[in-house]
């Protein structure tokens, strides 16, 4: 037998993703990610596809595929895939599952399922993409609000509040946020938003829920704050928040602080707005060093202009300057103010620039400057001449000819008339902390384990979930929803096995225990049998009978052997029970009709035989005779609705209406039945067609009489009164071929699939239930009598041709039409 397209996909997995992984590693982002977080969903996608495969699903595969292409999307985001990459995964994916369908040598793949993979790549694509492109514009988005935020505050105290309010604004969920700096072994707040944490509150570094995530260097994610006992920070305890979430602050290998936001609203946060929160993280570290430095600068600062104003004082103070200036370790530079050169610098601005002090002291200052920042040079000056001081960044230029970034101040000295008589600037390298903005990307690779992930996407799924380990039975996890369906506590360390014991009470649909071997997700563990959908009884602890809907499978390593089992469970008792009380309703209403159509015959034969013993009087006068006849008409179509609701029943209780069929020629049945059509439709024209061949079987004459009668009545009632009814017969071989066909207008198409339900009246565009009952029973009756004869019927019907009967009758017991 040919594996199918599904089979080759689970079957050949691990193969597939070795020979995408070897491809996929040629993409830069993806070179140093461990094998588990470079396939990440995929090899799951691919069993999904392959389950879209098996169950053909009507409505597309988008809604199959779940989240995985989503959580993907996120992981990749965060490890510094662009779009492209992305979209380049699932590209060699596709490619790889085809080359190696083709590597095997055989058949190609069934259009469908071929469809089905084609279109379920595309979808995750599509997916990918869209989630992508707005989880990143989202990050961006929020951190250019940051960086928005940070401008004109370099302190920390003057642009944390700021921030911090950017957060809680960006993720809908957070009621508070906080920043704790790090001082020696202790953490302090540094700021906060919301209530929750008191600003300059201290925590020990190793204790508590901040202080685990700076002394492990990992965010830490818990659910309820209140009850979880990691949470050590009695503040925290008592501020009433749910889900709680803090990431360290790490900058070159150094904890700088913790940040933390919490939510009092819902105990779950979405990976998308932790992924934001640690990207908003980053960035906040890099602020925060950037501020750092600002301060250090400021001090730098502070101290070389003391020491200048110390040089006025006196000639030790003079020398103390010429001390500083020459040890400090931020650059200086003395700038005349006539024509901006360099009449000093200290060894720290040389060793900036690769030069020795003397080699850069009477030369221009736009000298140390690359040619792209010169032009701004002038803009700066002024701006120093008319304040104190002034601050700027710009590229400097080394004597190897490399550049740098450089953050400068220029401080102004003017002489007691107010004229400015010299400018000096300290002058700092900042290319650490351009290097920290280009690293942002690297930041937001940290992501929440696959494992955490994985419990969270199951915890979420509204059916039970088991998975247990082989050969053991060891349970390795189940998910929330199982205890809702089995309405007692549920023990991860028992074994599969232990299902059939108490107190689990697991039953067959008819009350019986379940054995160990009888168990789904037992017999997918011992003998690999995939099951698919059976029913079982679950006895809650308060006397209540759950019925579940059960489907098991094994999971195979690479050789085919069984290391797992996986089981999922769905409550379907209301629907159960749903369908019982229909079916009873049904089967009520059955019985009811034919009991009233059995007992309604005694009366009716009783009326028939007085009517016509009245018409067989010839002192009868005419016009009672009238109304005698008119009785008895209405007697015989009395009778004949009865018997078509007797047939019914028998149809439906009974296994169908009874057929007895003995030898005979079918001709002689349809040329009755056409003539007795014509005797009550005088005024219409009816022919009969009957093509040269045999026509001699084993029918039920009766029977067979009313297809006739039934079809024909309706081409009469649903034709144009002047337009002909054709019969035609003719012979098939082993079956006999009826066709009623008749003109007019076509039956909607809306109607075509349940013309032959009971109790379906024609319109006044169609054909319906047959004109002689009354009671829309004429075309089911006459489809049970065709498949009681082990034949078939079909209907065309179209404006242009007609509408046309097509009987097809066996010919002998044993056989069934063509």
């Not at 009520?588 to 016509?612: C, K, M, W």
């Not at 009756?781 to 065309?796: A, D, L, N």
Request: negative net charge; glycine residues 8%; charged residues 25%.
């Amino acid at each position: 037998m040919s594996t199918s397209l599904a089979d080759f996909l689970l079957q050949q997995r691990d193969a597939i993703m070795e020979a995408w992984e070897a491809e996929v590693r040629a993409i830069p982002a993806a070179q140093a990610l461990p094998q588990p977080a470079l396939r990440d969903g995929l090899p799951r996608l691919l069993e999904v596809v392959a389950a879209l495969m098996r169950q053909r699903p009507q409505a597309g595969v988008a809604s199959g595929l779940g989240a995985i292409p989503d959580l993907h999307a996120l992981e990749r985001l965060g490890e510094g895939f662009n779009l492209r990459q992305v979209v380049t995964e699932y590209r060699l994916l596709r490619g790889c599952v085809l080359r190696l369908w083709a590597a095997r040598g055989g058949a190609a793949p069934l259009p469908e399922e071929e469809r089905i993979l084609h279109e379920a790549m595309d979808e995750a694509v599509a997916a990918s993409v869209s989630r992508y492109t707005l989880a990143r514009e989202r990050t961006l988005q929020a951190l250019d609000r940051i960086s928005t935020a940070a401008l004109g505050s370099a302190d920390v105290a003057g642009f944390l509040p700021r921030l911090l309010q950017v957060l809680r604004e960006t993720v809908a969920a957070v009621d508070v946020t906080a920043v704790l700096l790090r001082e020696g072994d202790w953490l302090r707040v540094e700021s906060v938003v919301g209530d929750g944490m008191a600003p300059g509150a201290r925590v020990p570094v190793g204790e508590g829920f901040v202080g685990t995530i700076a002394a492990t260097r990992q965010p830490l994610l818990v659910h309820e704050a209140s009850e979880d006992a990691r949470v050590g920070e009695q503040v925290l305890r008592e501020a009433g928040l749910r889900a709680l979430y803090g990431v360290p602050l790490v900058l070159d290998g150094d904890v700088l602080g913790v940040a933390v936001m919490g939510s009092r609203a819902t105990r779950e946060l979405s990976e998308e707005d932790l992924l934001l929160f640690r990207a908003m993280a980053a960035r906040a570290t890099a602020l925060l060093a950037q501020a750092q430095a600002h301060a250090r600068e400021r001090a730098a600062r502070a101290e070389a202009e003391a020491s200048l104003v110390r040089l006025r004082e006196s000639e030790a103070g003079l020398r103390r300057w010429e001390e500083v200036f020459t040890r400090l370790g931020v650059g200086v530079v003395v700038v005349s103010v006539e024509d901006n050169v360099m009449r000093d610098v200290n060894p720290a601005f040389a060793r900036m620039h690769g030069y020795a002090p003397e080699e850069l002291r009477g030369r221009p200052l736009e000298d140390t400057l690359a040619p792209e920042s010169r032009g701004v040079l002038a803009r700066h000056v002024a701006a120093a001449h008319s304040k104190l001081s002034h601050e700027y960044e710009s590229l400097h230029v080394r004597k190897d000819g490399s550049r740098f970034p450089a953050f400068s101040h220029v401080t102004t000295f003017r002489d007691a008339a107010g004229r400015v008589v010299q400018r000096v600037a300290t002058v700092l390298d900042i290319t650490q902390r351009r290097a920290v903005e280009m690293d942002r990307q690297r930041l937001l690779a940290a992501v929440e384990s696959e494992r955490a992930r994985l419990a969270s996407v199951l915890d979420q799924m509204p059916a039970g979930i088991f998975i247990a380990e082989a050969p053991s039975g060891r349970l390795l996890m189940a998910s929330r929803h199982v205890e809702v369906l089995i309405g007692r506590p549920f023990d991860l360390s028992l074994t599969a096995e232990a299902l059939a014991s108490e107190p689990y009470r697991v039953l067959h649909p008819d009350g019986r225990r379940y054995e160990v071997g009888e168990l789904q997700l037992v017999r997918s563990l011992r003998h690999g049998e995939e099951v698919a959908g059976e029913e079982l009884l679950i006895e809650r602890p308060d006397g209540q009978r759950m019925t579940a809907l059960v489907s098991s499978a094994p999971i195979r390593d690479r050789e085919g052997t069984i290391v797992a089992a996986v089981a999922t469970m769905t409550d379907i008792t209301e629907r159960r029970r749903a369908q019982e009380a229909a079916l009873q309703a049904a089967r009520f209403g059955e019985r009811l009709i034919a009991i009233v159509s059995h007992d309604l015959r005694n009366p009716l034969n009783a009326i028939q035989l007085s009517a016509t013993q009245l018409l067989h009087s010839e002192a009868l006068p005419e016009r009672e005779r009238r109304l005698v006849t008119r009785l008895a008409r209405s007697g015989d179509r009395m009778k004949r609705m009865i018997s078509e609701l007797l047939d019914f029943t028998r149809g439906r209780l009974g296994g169908g209406i009874p057929i007895h069929r003995v030898p005979g020629d079918l001709r002689a049945v349809v040329r009755s039945g056409v003539e007795e059509l014509e005797a009550a439709w005088p005024e219409r024209s009816l022919r009969l067609q009957v093509e040269p061949g045999h026509y001699e079987g084993e029918w039920d004459a009766d029977r067979l009489l009313q297809v006739v009668s039934n079809l024909g009545g309706n081409a009469l009632q649903y034709s144009p009164q002047g337009a002909t009814v054709t019969f035609r017969l003719s012979d098939a071989g082993d079956a006999v071929v009826l066709e009623v066909h008749n003109g007019g207008d076509p039956i909607p198409p809306d109607m075509l699939p349940r013309l032959f339900d009971p109790f379906r009246r024609g319109a006044t565009a169609g054909h319906g239930g047959g004109a002689s009952s009354g009671l829309g029973l004429g075309l089911y009756i006459v489809e049970q009598v065709v498949k009681g004869h082990r034949g078939h019927i079909e209907v065309t019907s179209t404006a242009e041709a007609g509408t046309t009967f097509r009987v097809t009758l066996p010919r002998a017991q044993g056989t069934s039409g063509a």
